[in-house]
């Protein structure tokens, strides 16, 4: 089955080295060590799958892209039944460190195409080469979009091209405008179920030199470098999760223990005297000790994780990008942050108003305590775990973009 190129990035042991260097704060020379890698993608193997429906002529595509002939030696089998069943990988000499993939018809297993994409490990493979032949199929959109969901790219072939040029011969039309045509098709077929349409090719793996076979394959060609680092750049997520793992797993402990301070202090029924202007009173030790737990427990967070303006700087010269534009990109899912923020400061205003309910109605000292130590735990826990989680991701964005090429 095929290995995801981050498989093949680091080895276990490489693994290890960049866990315990985040472990000891070292969060640039972690960026530096997956910088490295990335700027030496060459031999980082690619595994590019084959797909379209059954018969639409995967196999002899990939036997075309291996310069042989369905009847040489070590030719995918071809035919007019449905011939494959298994996913095959085929080597590609004039592609180095590409494995095709021939997968079979994709409206096999009973046309469930979930059920396909689960059999076939679809998410394993790095880049898709969709074939279809005579016209736009339904499968061809929804894997499309699978495809695009999973932020990879693929090319559309329009095989057997031979065939629809005989067509358009027998009935007189222009062959250049068929071909418009075809494309146009194809475009707003992918428009129609909310697809960025990718590159199309039309081919007949039977006439290599015409038509768009030889294009497919210079293009495929240049575009193994990008393809190789928009895999590595959706593999960083996975790769820090790794690597932040422990650490993330000892902070979490320390917000365990902070949030049960705040519930201790919350315990206490400590409020202010009532001032003649204001009609009940506050909890305010409560209220105090959450802000201060929660700005002193961000702060301990952020250092921990190592983010700080001096590691902005310092990579910044590092990796050839203004110390600006890391930060920007870092913050870069502000709008995001927003609803959570939104949804804690209304969770606080809730606590505290119960609170001063509780006490304007004079409820037991029991009670209040109860609730004071359960709702100042809660509260805290949830706005550290929250703010942890987003520093979490704020160091997702900085190796993303510490990597990215723009
Ligand atoms: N005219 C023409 N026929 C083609 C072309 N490519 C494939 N064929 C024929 O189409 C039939 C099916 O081709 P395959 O390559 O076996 O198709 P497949 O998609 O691998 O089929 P399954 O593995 O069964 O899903 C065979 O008879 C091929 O010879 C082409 O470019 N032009
Ligand atoms: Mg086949």
């Known amino acids: 089955m095929a290995q995801s190129t ?4 680091f080895t276990v042991q490489e693994s290890r080295n960049l866990q315990s260097m985040y472990n000891t704060g070292e969060l640039e020379g972690v960026i530096l060590q ?12 690619l595994n590019i799958a084959v797909l379209g429906d059954v018969g639409s002529g995967k196999s002899t595509f990939i036997n075309a892209m291996r310069g042989l ?10 035919g007019n039944e449905e011939t494959w069943m298994e996913p095959t990988k085929y080597p590609c000499q004039d592609l180095p460190n590409v494995q095709l993939w021939d997968l079979p018809g994709m409206n096999s297993f009973g046309f469930e195409l979930n059920n396909y994409l689960k059999k076939v490990k679809f998410e394993s493979f790095d880049f898709f080469i969709i074939v279809s032949q005579a016209r736009f199929r339904e499968n061809d959109g929804e ?3 699978k495809i695009q969901e999973q932020g990879k790219e693929f090319y559309y072939v329009r095989s057997k091209i031979d065939n629809d040029a005989y067509s358009l011969k027998k009935q007189g039309a222009d062959l250049n405008e068929g071909w418009r045509t075809i494309r146009r098709d194809c475009i707003n077929n992918f428009q129609t179920v909310g697809v960025t349409p990718p590159d199309i090719f039309l081919i007949s793996s039977f006439d290599l030199e015409e038509y768009d076979f ?3 394959k210079s293009t495929l060609t240049r575009d193994l470098p990008s393809i190789k680092s928009n895999v590595l750049s959706l593999s960083v997520p996975k790769i820090m999760l790794d690597v932040t793992e422990p650490k993330r797993r000892m902070l979490m402990k320390r917000v365990w223990l902070l949030a049960i301070l705040a519930g201790a202090v919350g315990a206490v029924p400590v409020s202010v005297p009532v001032p003649m202007s204001v009609p009940v009173p506050v909890p305010v030790l409560s209220v105090i000790t959450i802000i201060g737990l929660t700005v002193a427990g961000r702060i301990y967070l952020q250092k921990q994780l190592g983010l700080s303006d001096k590691l902005l700087q310092s990579l910044a010269s590092k990796v050839a990008k203004p110390s600006s534009v890391l930060k920007a990109e870092m913050n870069h899912r502000l709008p995001r942050k927003m609803p959570l923020a939104v949804t804690n400061v ?12 509780g006490i304007k109605y004079s409820f037991s000292p029991v009670m209040l305590s109860i609730f004071g130590a359960v709702s100042s735990f809660a509260l805290t826990y949830k706005l550290l775990k929250d703010s942890l989680k987003d520093h979490l991701e704020t160091v997702q964005c900085l190796v993303k973009s510490a990597l990215s090429r723009d």
Request: glycine share 4%; charged share 20%.
């Open 346 to 357: 209304l969770l606080g205003i809730t606590i505290v108003t119960c609170m001063i309910t």
């Open 6 to 9: 981050l498989s093949q990035l």
């Open 69 to 78: 002939r369905s009847s040489d030696h070590g030719a995918a089998p071809t």
């Open 143 to 145: 894997i499309a979009k």
């Open 34 to 45: 997956i910088k490295s890698k990335s700027d030496n993608l060459d031999n980082v193997q």
């Open 214 to 216: 030889l294009r497919l």
